[in-house]
């Protein structure tokens, strides 16, 4: 039988490949053998990753990203769609931040959509994998992280900490506040790179003023 689980790189990322013939217990199984063969190779990277040749439910990729977890020490910050390099990308900017707010269990993770007018508070910072459509809001005490595309609300700094920011992977929200700062769609929006919207960008406070940015390097190094 084939081996049932290919492991490729991608810049930033690592791509399954799976076939059917196997139980996905079995799966399990191998991807377990496989990440603790390859744990020393693959350190601590922050990767995103990739599913493809076998169709799954929520419920399996998450037991799949339990798997590698438990037997590796790689941190994987998304599960990446057909565009695989506009996420990779993001997923590699977002390291830094992504390693600031959730490395020492103040931050959680939510995979999926907000829809529907739903709303979610936190007290911690959030890192939502998926969009937050409008008419949805998200409100977070601390910092908010989008990889997808922010139509929505959103709420950061909630508790007053300062220097608390938005980031998303399509900034193209309808309102947001951080702290006591509040932007709404129609708004002259100040922004320093690029006045395409629809790039990734996160949002923070300057001068009294919610402010967007192109996310780089340099400037979440600032956070």
Known sequence: MKDPIYIKSFPNGLK????EEMSFEEILQVIAEKFEETRKFFGNAS????IEGRSLTDSEEVQILDTISKHSDVRIICVVNKDEAANAKFAKEMTPIERKLCGDDDGHFLKGSLKNKEVLETD???VIIGDVEAGCAVISSKNIIVIGALYGEAYAGGNGQPGAFIAA???APERLKIGDVKYKTGEKRSLFGSKNKNKSQVAFVKDGKIVFDNITKD???SF
């Open 16 to 19: 399954l490949h799976l076939v």
């Open 169 to 171: 992977l399509e900034m």
């Open 219 to 221: 400037l979440l190094s």
């Open 124 to 126: 911690t910072s959030i």
């Open 47 to 50: 990767l995103a990753l990739a």
